[in-house]
Nanobody
């Protein structure tokens, strides 16, 4: 099992930056890929970015060039640096992890989830 806990959310103005963190514990050596998803009120869970064991990354078009996913393997922490935030980025952000190389852009491709952290961007 893997446990995930997000932190770093908050309320900011459009154009501001914010960094989210996700601390992993448990069987972290079994993780192949970690990702960030987000969910705005009344919508489904949306893919944001993933990072694989190899270090490869991939981003949703809506955040490409503004967000950066990274990890500190020594501390078992996943990060999401969010720059040039827009009101459309307002959502609950979730950290996710999987042991398998399957369905990287789909929420059902990830078994382990954090509780989420709220990001609110005011225009």
């Amino acid at each position: 099992q893997v446990q995930l806990a997000e932190s770093g959310g908050g309320s900011v103005q459009a154009g501001d930056s914010l960094r989210l963190s996700c601390t992993a514990s448990g069987h972290t050596l079994s993780i192949y890929r970690m990702a960030w998803f987000r969910q705005a009120p009344g919508t489904g869970r949306e893919f944001v970015a993933w990072i694989a064991l190899t270090g490869s990354t991939f981003y949703a078009d809506s955040v490409k060039g503004r967000f950066a996913i990274s990890r500190d393997d020594g501390k078992n922490i996943l990060y999401l640096q969010m720059n040039s935030l827009k009101s459309d980025d307002t959502a609950v952000y979730y950290c996710a992890a999987t042991m398998y190389n399957e369905l990287p852009l789909r929420a059902n491709g990830y078994k382990f989830w954090g509780q989420g952290t709220q990001v609110t961007v005011s225009s």
